[in-house]
């Protein structure tokens, strides 16, 4: 069982950077591939970027990338996502999810079976 809990979100005008954070709890993070998601008003959830469990790969949304940067601190039980260059289009509810232990990355919603609460982001012009 992983507990998700996102941090980092707030109000930004474009062009802007935010860093959120996910902190897990459990022993089991550094063996389980995590991603991050996002869903606008009246949009479906969406996949942004997903980092392996050994941190030695990552996957991205095509529209983000260059832009954010996933990564991941095993030792504290940590995610993060590096958001730059941020545009009004990137204004939603940001999720971190988490996977069962040594599965590789996916970006399919349905292949994460724990969720934190989302933080919301928001992106002025």
């Known amino acids: 069982q992983v507990q998700l809990v996102e941090s980092g979100g707030g109000l930004v005008q474009a062009g802007g950077s935010l860093r959120l954070s996910c902190a897990a709890s459990g022993r089991t993070f550094s063996s389980t591939a995590v991603g991050w998601f996002r869903q606008a008003p009246g949009k479906e959830r969406e996949f942004v970027a997903a980092i392996h469990w050994s941190g030695g790969s990552t996957t991205y949304e095509d529209s983000v990338k260059g832009r954010f940067t996933i990564s991941r601190d095993n030792a504290k039980n940590t995610m993060y996502l590096q958001m730059d260059s941020l545009k009004p289009a990137d204004t939603a509810v940001y999720y971190c999810?988490?996977?069962?232990?040594?599965?590789?990355?996916?970006?399919?919603?349905?292949?994460?079976?724990?969720w934190g609460q989302g933080t919301q982001v928001t992106v002025s012009s």
């Open positions: 999810a988490a996977r069962g232990r040594y599965y590789g990355t996916s970006a399919s919603a349905t292949a994460y079976p724990y």
